[in-house]
């Protein structure tokens, strides 16, 4: 199916927004920032699989920042590709487990991320899926400073109305 993914990654972040406004948030100071693009860019993804594996890194970018802080959005164009980043302010990954992540039940800190809840399949199925699409996923990180998420789509260059 062919989705505006500017118009998917805003449904998520307002969606987000109003979680962290939310009586279980309100007392966290979470912010969400968006940064995305005017202009519509179109996928070919299966939504609901793109949508989690957004909800997924969103989730995470509270979930591993117990202070709080800015979460930011981002969306960019490169050459053929569409470029997301998720940005937190959070507690951070080590270096050496920034690619281990994205294996199957693996978690930074077992004893803390079992107090978290989850199970640590997410982002293998967030990698599953975007590699299914074509696409890349990564992680950068500065321990106790925060995380940015980069998930990268090949884009469709033009929709049949831009013709006329
Ligand atoms: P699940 O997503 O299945 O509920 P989970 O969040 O633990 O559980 P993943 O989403 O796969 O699993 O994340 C794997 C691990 O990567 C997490 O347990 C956590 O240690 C680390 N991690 C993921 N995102 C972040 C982040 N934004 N900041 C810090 N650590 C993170
Ligand atoms: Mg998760």
Do not use: C
Request: charged share 30%.
């Amino acid at each position: 199916e062919i989705v505006d993914l500017t118009e998917m990654l805003e449904h998520v972040l307002n969606r987000f927004d109003m979680v962290i406004h939310s009586a279980e948030y309100e007392s966290k100071n979470y912010q969400i920032r968006k940064d995305i693009l005017q202009e519509s860019v179109f996928v070919e993804v299966d939504p609901d699989r793109m949508i989690q594996v957004l909800d997924n890194i969103m989730n995470n970018a509270i979930k591993y920042s117990p202070d709080g802080g800015t979460i930011t959005g981002k969306m960019e164009k490169r050459q053929d590709t569409v470029l997301i980043s998720i940005r937190d302010e959070g507690m951070g990954i080590p270096k050496a487990d920034l690619t281990k992540i994205f294996s199957r039940f693996y978690r930074v800190d077992r004893a803390r991320s079992r107090a978290m809840g989850g199970s640590g399949l997410g982002l293998a199925i967030s990698k599953e899926v975007v590699e299914q699409h074509g696409g890349r996923i990564w992680a950068e990180s500065t321990e106790g400073r925060g995380t940015t998420f980069y998930l990268s789509l090949p884009y469709v260059p033009y929709e049949e109305e831009e013709w006329e």
